[in-house]
């Protein structure tokens, strides 16, 4: 009789160290195994450990935003080799299954792009390289070309190439601006948008029905090492010259498709400021070449670059949360922009898909960090200004549903579309795409408020490089016009209305904690929120499962509903908006609250009054001390 219990630990482990084609996480796997078959005086502490690795219940990695992303470790909760062949086995069944590109001639077949970054572990011989080379050998396994993209590779390259070679998927490793231990798997469709619901179920299903390894990856790794000389990290599966035509073709296809406005050649007034200088930092990332690379393709003075940040490094030695969102994490970066008399901080994640920006003011030294909100306004507008206004097609912008409201509100004033999307831009970029390659628009910007921008229709996915051009070209302007940055922004606040926000979040221990929270909320479908008094509740979305809008006739909302990722959104009378979300990458549960100004209110009136209501909202929905919930620590 066959058991339905579940293996244990133990059983999970041996199994484990049978497929794993890594002799590093083999070899610390099947030590541990020793141990406790073993019964010496390790045994507690070797048994703790393999419990924590191979989880009694089953568990493994899911797929979150758009792929895996967990720590670099053995075992099916963490990224390591076999975990990373068992997902390309899945993935590439799904794509073969999905695509009418299956041709299988020479000239033909399937394609699938592939890239990587600098992440590593040595210690376990894992590395986002590592991935990349395996998933370039399963691809081919499969009957799939892998182009492998040769060097590290910034993220948008990804969903540029898979669009220009017409490829079935793209994969990009990269753990994008989490700590040093993680690594991820981004996983791009056919269509060169990240993989959305239910793409991620239906891939989920077939790794799971192809967990045991094609062929012995490990004898075929020690083939390639062998034949393949010292100077080549790829083992011979890159194609330099292509990678090189790509990266060009990129950078040519932004001035192509307008986002390039010259105005780095333009002359000066009387009335202008003297041209910003801008300080660059890649937080350790692989963002420097290609953020050089933008800077002199668009005729923009050359930055200067932050040394401590400028190369890539896996251990993030001066940034231990890589992610310029974080308090202090552009401290470095302002602290030698000052030394060396620059006005602008320009920031990429460590793989360059997203954009800080910070200004000084050259008068009182003092700084002002512009939140995204604030970028993705300035860009969306002169994006309208100098393309969309001329535009031979109707424009459309997009932006997520927690971002600021105020592009929508210049949409309206000026003409344009505008559309909410549910969070993230595996959303972002497929509404954006559909607009304008199924219904008219053209989509000339979209963007979410976690610094995430998408300048034009290049690629429909966030790119941190093209939108560092676009804004310093648009810096240059400001300047030019006798404007500061700050200056520039109050005054599209003082055109189009004051919209004050208070964006944050508070770290998790427990994730469970948030449907807690979101349960409270729901108060068995009441929605009773009379404790929010003396504030008065207009109207409450709840995109949790079965889905509610208390603002529709049918009480359903217009944006899909999902049981793991709710999100609720309170409109009050006042004008406010507070919407409540858990991340889908960290363990964080985030919070936005924006205030719009009514007629003739001063931004001083409306920030009071968003301040004043603030803590008591946070205190009072989400009850923090009595949850657990931890405040971020400054770095």
């Avoid at 031979?392 to 549903?401: A, I, W």
Wanted: hydrophobic share 35%; with cysteine; charged share 25%.
């Amino acid at each position: 009789m066959i058991s339905s219990q579940p293996p244990t630990p133990l059983q999970s482990a041996m199994e484990w160290c049978a497929m794993d084609p890594n002799p590093i996480t083999a070899n610390h796997v099947a030590k541990l195994i020793q141990d406790v078959k073993g019964g010496d005086t390790t045994t507690s502490d070797s048994m703790t450990e393999l419990s924590s690795l191979f989880p009694s219940d089953g568990r493994r990695i899911s797929f979150g935003t758009a792929g895996l992303r967990s720590a670099m470790k053995p075992g099916p909760l963490g990224m390591n080799d076999l975990v990373v062949l068992q997902a390309a086995q899945g993935i590439a069944k799904y794509a073969l299954q999905t695509s009418s590109k299956t041709s299988t001639t020479d000239d033909k077949k399937p394609k699938g792009v592939i890239g990587y970054d600098h992440r590593s572990n040595p210690g376990l011989n894992i590395s986002s390289l590592s991935f990349a080379i395996l998933t370039a050998l399963v691809f081919q396994e499969a009957g799939i070309e892998p182009i492998l993209l040769d060097g590290y590779a910034f993220t948008p390259l990804i969903p540029f190439c898979l669009q220009k070679t017409e490829a079935i998927v793209g994969i990009m490793v990269t753990a994008s601006h989490n700590p040093k231990q993680d690594n991820g798997y981004k996983v791009y469709a056919s269509d060169g948008c990240q993989i959305r619901s239910p793409m991620d179920s239906d891939i989920s299903k077939e790794i799971m029905a192809n967990l045991a390894p094609w062929k012995d990856y490990g004898s075929v790794l020690q083939e390639l090492q062998k034949k393949s000389s010292n100077d080549d990290p790829c083992l011979g599966l890159s194609d330099p010259e292509m990678t090189k035509s790509i990266t060009n073709d990129y950078f040519a296809a932004l001035k192509k498709h307008g986002l390039m406005t010259e105005q780095a050649t333009m002359s000066s007034t009387d009335e202008s400021l003297s041209p910003p200088s801008f300080a660059y930092t890649a937080m350790h990332g692989v963002g420097h070449p290609f953020a050089e690379r933008v800077f002199s393709e668009f005729g923009l003075p050359p930055f200067v670059a932050i040394p401590d940040q400028k190369e890539p490094d896996f251990t993030f030695p001066t940034v231990p949360f890589p992610n310029p969102e974080e308090k202090g994490a552009l401290d470095i970066a302002k602290a030698y922009a000052v030394d060396q008399k620059c006005d602008i901080v320009l920031a990429n994640d460590p793989d360059a898909d997203r954009l800080a920006v910070a200004e000084k003011d050259r008068s009182t030294g003092e700084w002002t960090v512009f939140s995204g909100d604030q970028i993705g306004i300035m860009l969306g507008h002169w994006m309208w200004t100098q393309i969309g206004k001329n535009c031979d097609k109707p424009v459309s912008m997009c932006g997520s549903t927690v971002s600021s409201k105020m592009l929508a509100e210049i949409a309206r004033v000026e003409g344009f579309h505008f559309e909410d999307t549910l969070t993230g831009f595996k959303w972002i970029g497929s509404r954006s795409q559909e607009l304008s390659k199924k219904e008219g628009y053209r989509n000339l910007f979209c963007y979410e408020e976690a610094i995430g921008f998408c300048c034009g229709d290049v690629i429909f996915d966030k790119d941190g490089v093209s939108a560092m051009a676009v804004f310093s070209e648009m810096a240059l302007y400001e300047y030019r016009q006798g404007l500061t940055l700050k200056q520039h922004m109050q005054s599209l606040y003082d055109k189009y209305g004051e919209f004050v926000s208070h964006n944050g979040y508070y770290r998790l221990e427990d994730s469970s904690v948030v449907h807690k929270i979101m349960d409270r909320i729901r108060c068995n479908g009441k929605y009773d929120l009379e404790y929010l008094s003396p504030y008065q509740v207009e109207y409450i979305r709840d995109l949790g499962v079965p889905g509610y809008d208390s603002s529709k006739p049918d009480k359903q909302p217009t944006l899909p509903c999902s049981a793991s990722s709710p999100m609720i959104s309170i409109g009050f009378t006042n004008g406010c908006l507070a919407q409540f979300r858990a991340s889908g990458t960290e363990p964080k549960f985030k919070y936005y609250i924006e205030m719009k100004g009514s007629p003739g209110k001063s931004r001083e009136e409306v920030s009071k009054e968003l301040h004043a209501m603030t803590p008591i909202i946070l205190e009072r929905l989400l009850e923090p001390e009595k949850n657990g919930l931890k405040i971020p620590s400054k770095l």
